[in-house]
């Protein structure tokens, strides 16, 4: 009598077919999915890499045109716009000065792109003014 339960046993001890199928099934669900949200991520650090470089150009060219103002003591008459290479890659800029109410003070718009195109990927303003001594 103990033989035939244990041989009873034996036969039904493993999964189905249809449990493993199903169980893979669920795997490859679940890693599609943790795959499909890590080239999501990636994607999205690329893009913070990116706009944290443009935005460091940015700043540089504002800064350089600050410091030619207080050199000088002259605000810039004129739309600028050159390539600057930074981390190995080239970064586009253009400065556009954007009179104000107040005379003696210009606005400046400092754009920046990855590409020649008027897409920019960081966009900063700042300010310059005649009323300090040149140095």
Do not use: C
């Given at each position: 009598m103990k ?6 046993r ?9 449990e493993?199928?199903?169980a ?7 890693i ?7 080239m ?13 470089i443009?935005?460091w150009?940015a700043?540089?060219q504002?800064?350089l045109v600050?410091l030619?103002?207080?050199?000088n003591?002259?605000l810039?008459n004129s739309?600028?716009?050159g390539?600057?290479e930074?981390v190995g ?8 000065p954007v009179?104000?109410q107040?005379?003696?003070f ?5 754009s920046?792109?990855d590409?020649?195109?008027?897409s ?13 001594e040149?140095i």
């Amino acid at each position: 009598m103990k033989q035939r339960s244990s041989n009873s046993r034996n036969r039904y001890a493993g999964f189905t077919l249809v449990e493993v199928m199903v169980a893979f099934l669920i795997v490859a669900v679940a890693i599609s999915a943790l795959l499909f949200q890590m080239m999501g991520n990636i994607d999205n650090t690329a893009y913070l890499r990116d706009k944290t470089i443009a935005h460091w150009v940015a700043l540089n060219q504002l800064e350089l045109v600050q410091l030619e103002n207080k050199q000088n003591n002259q605000l810039i008459n004129s739309e600028r716009s050159g390539v600057e290479e930074m981390v190995g890659r080239q970064w586009y800029w253009r400065i556009r000065p954007v009179r104000t109410q107040a005379e003696g003070f210009l606005q400046l718009e400092v754009s920046v792109s990855d590409t020649d195109d008027d897409s920019a990927l960081v966009t900063i303003i700042g300010l310059i003014d005649q009323f300090h001594e040149p140095i």
